[in-house]
């Protein structure tokens, strides 16, 4: 399993675009790169699914470089709402799926006014 | 989406008492499920994994005869925390994967928050 790298935290003021970025050094081949989002007393939440180069959805973005050995989600213009913790898990998509999920540290961002 | 759902939300018992969380999917079938525990500030720890109609697979420093597990259908499993103790105070967590049209994502409980007396 492909160990997960993030900042412990990050503040950014509402309105501004913030940028997480996981280090996943020995990825696989067949691993797919997923972010989740977790409330306090709440299970997290799926935000976006990547392979490589840029995936977009109607919440985030997430950017691989061409070497995969990390990526960046991109949160636009973020308001209080978005004050949550933000997990980067590495795994294989198929043959069932993860075989085993473990969550890493993850980065809290704490949203301002 | 696909959503799957815990029960109880919360509960407080008494120190030697046993408790059942139950996890279920809703709207698919989940041939595996994992169990998670997360003390405050903290992030979530992988307790084990559990394949419908198979044992529980256990991660390493978790007692498997006091976090006893059940997988008994393709919608629900179970955790029963035996003979709790106030260190077991903890949010549990649960998620599924769907069986078919597997996309990797996983999809989890709203959690269950534990206190032992």
């Known amino acids: 399993l492909a160990k997960t790298t993030q900042p412990i935290s990050m503040d950014s003021y509402e309105g501004q675009e913030v940028n997480i970025t996981c280090s996943h050094n020995n990825i696989a081949t067949n691993d797919y790169i997923t972010w989740y989002q977790q409330f306090p007393s709440q299970g997290p939440r799926f935000i976006i699914q990547g392979y490589k180069t840029k995936v977009t959805n109607e919440v985030a973005s997430l950017f691989i470089p061409a070497d995969r050995k990390s990526s960046t989600l991109s949160l636009p213009r973020v308001s209080l709402s978005d004050t949550a913790v933000y997990y980067c898990l590495v795994g294989d998509r198929y043959s069932g799926g993860y075989q085993k999920v473990t969550f890493g540290t993850g980065t809290k961002l704490q949203v301002i006014p | 989406g696909a959503v799957v759902s815990q029960h109880p939300s919360w509960v407080i018992c008494k120190s030697g008492t046993s408790v059942k969380i139950e996890c279920r999917s809703l709207d698919f079938q989940a041939t595996t499920m994992f169990w998670y525990r997360q003390f405050p500030k903290q992030s979530l720890m992988l307790m084990a994994t559990s394949n419908e109609g198979s044992k529980a697979t256990y991660e390493q420093g978790v007692e498997k005869d006091k976090f006893l597990i059940n997988h008994a259908s393709l919608t629900l499993s179970t955790l029963t925390v035996t003979s709790a103790h106030p260190e077991d105070s903890s949010f549990y967590i649960c998620?599924?994967?769907?069986?078919?049209?597997?996309?990797?994502?996983?999809?989890f409980g709203e959690g269950s928050r534990l206190t032992v007396l």
């Open positions: 998620s599924a994967r769907p069986g078919l049209l597997n996309t990797g994502e996983l999809f």
